[in-house]
């Protein structure tokens, strides 16, 4: 099958017009090979049959006693035999000779088959004279030594045959010029449209800026539509990557030049906070925001890389991981209330990309919370309320995005990690201004 379909590799290799010429082509050379012969057969079979439907109501007339005209322009002619006698005893060819000819080289051999055997009547055609001749022997049905033979000339069946096989001819060829123009018009409604595209691909990978107006709803259109979001979503990425390098820079060159700072002060033996311990601690502590900073970036990163891979989903028990996480952060912040409402449901995705997702929610609420963190688990269901003040209603749509901050946030990447991970393993996530607080919601995407 593959070295069948190889044959055909060059038309990839021609433009869809020289592609349409070639396949036109050997439309065209069908329609002669197998077409004409076909329509030739079948008109052939078609006046057979009506030249012996001819012969069988002419012998009709003739049994009821009518005697066609000899001098018609196209005649039937008539022979009656005698077998006792082995004589033609009636006929309307001149002259009689011509009898004996048409015997001998047309229809000798039918003659004696319906002589000597329980056959009634025989239909055949043969040449004489380099003619065809149509013939039709029958045996007189109250004389068993009496038998009819019709003779008509072919010349009529000949001139019907040329006249249908020339309008079918006339007929097809017309057909498959019109059907060649219309494909041809409509091969070339693709190749503008198409050109449009590779136009606009290149305006892409050439980084200049283009549109692509295309009207059409079949598959072009819908190419067209997806290049044209496509375009956008890479704009959009490319936004984003540009803003994400400004602000990494920005968040990474403060605690960097307090480093370098206080190193050397501390170097010089000079002491910005009084002493050498509170000195070092400052340090301590921008190195510690830098590795933080660092290891949430690798992290958006890896969880950007894993999107791309085909994950094998498991599920595991989020009832015993959200109770080992409040366990441990529950005494964080004694001031601030957390509590639960568990059921024992099972959710889907890996458990530790789990764990960071809810610590992260969890420590963005509890510098929100008043006095109050809630969890509620239900099944393909998590919530986690915090009292706290509500969310900028502007800020909300973007609040997922990565280097969005609220008013007490840290990094702007810690939401951006926990829609990664529920996105990855099919949940949505959704922040929820409660009439007093606000919720991060959890739910699983049910596919249509």
């Not at 065209?28 to 109501?57: F, H, K, W």
């Not at 045996?139 to 249908?164: K, Q």
């Not at 890479?234 to 990557?241: C, P, R």
């Amino acid at each position: 099958m593959k070295n069948k379909l190889s044959r055909f590799y060059f038309l990839k290799k021609l433009s869809l017009v020289q592609q349409l010429i070639v396949v036109l082509s050997f439309v065209g050379l069908l329609l002669v090979a197998v077409m004409m012969p076909l329509v030739d057969y079948n008109l052939s079979s078609i006046i057979d049959q009506q030249m012996y439907e001819t012969l069988s109501m002419s012998q009709y007339a003739y049994f009821d006693g009518y005697m066609p005209n000899s001098g018609q322009d196209k005649p039937t002619f008539h022979i009656v035999y005698d077998s006792s006698s082995n004589a033609f005893i009636t006929t309307n060819i001149k002259p009689k000779q011509a009898v004996y000819e048409l015997y001998n080289d047309l229809f000798k051999d039918d003659l004696e088959k319906v002589k000597n055997t329980s056959i009634h009547k025989i239909k055949n055609k043969g040449l004489y004279m380099n003619e065809t001749y149509y013939y039709m022997i029958t045996s007189y049905a109250d004389n068993s030594s009496y038998y009819l033979i019709s003779i008509v000339n072919s010349d009529y069946s000949t001139d019907l045959i040329t006249s249908l096989r020339n309008q079918i001819i006339y007929i097809q060829y017309g057909f498959f010029i019109i059907f060649a123009f219309v494909m041809i018009m409509w091969v070339l409604t693709l190749i503008n449209p198409l050109k449009k595209i590779k136009n606009y691909i290149d305006d892409i990978k050439n980084r200049k800026k283009s549109e692509l107006m295309i009207d059409r709803a079949d598959e072009i259109g819908i190419v067209s539509k997806a290049l044209v979001e496509m375009k956008e979503d890479l704009e959009q990425q490319e936004s984003i990557k540009e803003e994400m390098i400004h602000n990494i820079s920005h968040d990474l060159k403060t605690p960097i030049a307090l480093i370098q700072t206080y190193g050397q002060s501390v170097k010089d033996d000079i002491y910005p906070y009084g002493d050498k311990n509170s000195s070092m601690d400052v340090i301590l502590e921008n190195a510690d925001r830098l590795e933080h900073k660092v290891k949430s970036f690798l992290y958006l990163n890896r969880l950007d890389y894993l999107q791309g891979e085909n994950i094998e989903l498991t599920t595991f028990n989020m009832k015993q991981l959200i109770e080992k996480i409040v366990s441990q952060m529950d005494a964080l912040k004694p001031e601030i209330s957390l509590s639960s409402q568990l059921e024992d449901v099972c959710f889907v995705g890996d458990e530790e990309h789990w764990r960071v997702a809810i610590e992260n929610i969890i420590e963005n609420a509890t510098r929100y919370a008043k006095s109050q963190i809630k969890i509620v688990l239900k099944d393909k269901y998590l919530e986690i309320y915090n009292d706290g003040d509500k969310l900028d209603e502007e800020t909300l749509p973007f609040l997922f995005d990565p280097y969005v901050k609220g008013v007490k946030g840290q990094f702007g990447l810690g939401l951006s990690i926990v829609s990664k991970i529920a996105t990855m393993f099919g949940y949505q996530i959704d922040a929820v201004n409660q009439e007093t607080g606000v919720s991060f919601i959890f739910k699983k995407e049910t596919t249509s």
